[in-house]
């Protein structure tokens, strides 16, 4: 029996590959804007991609007039190590606000912490805080964990965690590096708004330098503001990914940015997304109901997957993905999963860098499938 390619688009499985552990990268380069760059291109030429490119020739793909748009949400020191009163220590990291001062932790490892378990909190030079576990979230296997009174919203939390957290950085990057690298390195040079959980990596290709050249060139920068959380990296835990729900994400773009895509829309002027999560904010901001554009600010839960048919984004910077992963279904809706697996296949023949501290590919416009 003959399976066409939506139902296979929908299974989790197809979205696959083999990766060698040496490809994935444990440090950035040297110079953000030196990674090595895979151009995608229209499907109907002959050579449809390019590899021989830095991050720095994106300057050439982008014309007078596009706004490129990246994300300036802050990476949070959101991992604490705490301690029961046995002495033993324990791993959270802090995702979002619960309610008042309880927040919503990973905890590693989750069995230890019980309800009502008082946990230790201590840094050099610092007070010392007595967090309480006041339950378990269903949904993500997660701690409610009641912090001081006082540690109510982003702004509170992300300076007790300057005092006490460290940088989370994914657990694939195998680092000898001190804390201080990642806390610059695991940082776009544009980060402003504090509340991430992990790094929006696409623009970890940016360099000031480089988006100086954009703005020499007359493309337009904007920032929207997308706290990445967990539903980015929490992995797809169903095969049938046709009722997919992602976790959600805080999402702010601004009205300043909503007249400039309005005004985009008009031209034949692009949009460039830096970043997966640039792509989720922009899209969130389309209404269905009024077929138009708004600002928004508020929990974003948007899934894109092949099907999609994008109706602000024209091109799209970004990482080489993990397998099964809800980046790669964002990607595949692009310029189709077949085609992108073969350009991974491709990008690992070639020995490019994979995930956060990884390479870079561009999506660019004319590579797109059929748009809305």
């Not at 309005?262 to 009024?290: M, P």
């Not at 970004?318 to 992108?340: C, D, E, W, Y």
Request: net charge positive; with cysteine.
């Amino acid at each position: 029996m003959k399976i066409d390619n939506q139902e296979i688009d929908h299974k989790l499985e197809a979205y696959d590959y083999f990766l060698d552990s040496s490809l994935i990268a444990s440090k950035p380069s040297k110079i953000r804007h030196e990674s090595r760059l895979m151009i995608v291109r229209d499907s109907a030429l002959e050579e449809d991609f390019s590899t021989n490119k830095f991050t720095k020739n994106l300057v050439d793909e982008f014309r007078e007039g596009d706004l490129v748009v990246v994300n300036d949400t802050k990476v949070m020191k959101a991992r604490l190590k705490v301690e029961l009163e046995n002495g033993r220590i324990v791993e959270l990291l802090v995702l979002e606000k619960s309610h008042k001062s309880t927040w919503l932790c990973l905890a590693k490892p989750a069995k230890k912490l019980k309800k009502n378990r008082k946990l230790n909190l201590t840094a050099p030079l610092a007070q010392n805080i007595q967090l309480n576990v006041t339950g378990v979230d269903e949904e993500t296997g997660g701690r409610l964990i009641k912090f001081p009174e006082n540690i109510n919203d982003l702004n509170s939390m992300n300076k007790l965690l300057e005092i006490y957290g460290e940088i989370p950085l994914p657990p694939y990057i195998k680092s000898t590096e001190k804390e201080s690298f990642h806390e610059n390195s695991y940082q776009t040079e544009y980060a402003s708004t504090p509340g991430a959980v992990a790094a929006p990596t696409a623009g970890l290709h940016l360099s000031k330098s480089l988006i100086s050249n954009f703005k020499k060139k007359g493309v337009l920068v904007m920032a929207i503001t997308l706290h990445v959380g967990y539903g980015t990296f929490k992995p797809i835990d169903q095969e049938d990914l046709s009722n997919l729900k992602l976790h959600k994400e805080w999402v702010s773009v601004s009205r300043k940015v909503v007249e400039e895509i309005k005004r985009i829309k008009q031209t034949d002027r692009r949009i460039i997304a830096i970043g997966t999560t640039s792509v989720r904010a922009l899209e969130s901001c389309y209404s269905h109901e009024i077929n138009n554009f708004i600002p928004i600010a508020k929990y974003v839960d948007l899934v894109i997957k092949p099907g999609y048919k994008f109706k602000v984004v024209d091109g799209l910077l970004t990482n080489f993905h993990l397998p099964k992963s809800s980046l790669l279904l964002l990607v595949s809706a692009m310029i189709g999963r077949q085609r992108l697996l073969d350009l991974y296949k491709k990008a690992i023949k070639e020995k490019f860098r994979f995930f956060s501290y990884g390479d870079a590919m561009y999506i660019s416009p004319e590579s797109f499938l059929e748009k809305k």
